[in-house]
Nanobody
Framework: QVQLQESGPGLVKPSQTLSLTCAVS??????????WTWIRQPPGKGLESIGY???????YYMPSLKSRASISRDTSKNQFTLQLSSVTPRDTAVYYC???????????????WGQGTHVTISS
């Protein structure tokens, strides 16, 4: 059973960089064919894909976030990280990490989700 657990600050000030980590257990992030994604859900809105990192460390970002988002990984810790720079209150959301086996652009078929972590952008 694969488990994902997000961690990071619950409150970030505007203009700062948000950094979240997803720790993975029960499976390796380097296993072939799996994709490790970040998704968020702003209050009252639907799910929004942020981007992902593949088993071979290739990355993809939603065009609207590409200039501010960065996803990396630490294979020694079996975890991957999201950094989102220059945040504004519009970045307030529940942030999820998840595993996918298939992505087409921003659309990924998810088989395992983290529980999510709420991040508020406020001064």
């Amino acid at each position: 059973q694969v488990q994902l657990q997000e961690s990071g600050p619950g409150l970030v000030k505007p203009s700062q960089t948000l950094s979240l980590t997803c720790a993975v257990s029960g499976g390796s992030i380097t296993t072939n064919f799996y994709i490790w994604t970040w998704i968020r859900q702003p209050p009252g809105k639907g799910l929004e894909s942020i981007g992902y990192i593949t088993d071979s460390a290739s990355t993809y970002y939603m065009p609207s976030l590409k200039s501010r988002a960065s996803i990396s990984r630490d294979t020694s810790k079996n975890q991957f990280t999201l950094q989102l720079s220059s945040v504004t209150p519009r970045d307030t959301a529940v942030y999820y990490c998840a595993r996918s086996h298939t992505c087409s652009g921003a659309v990924c078929l998810i088989d395992y989700w983290g529980q999510g972590t709420h991040v508020t952008i406020s001064s």
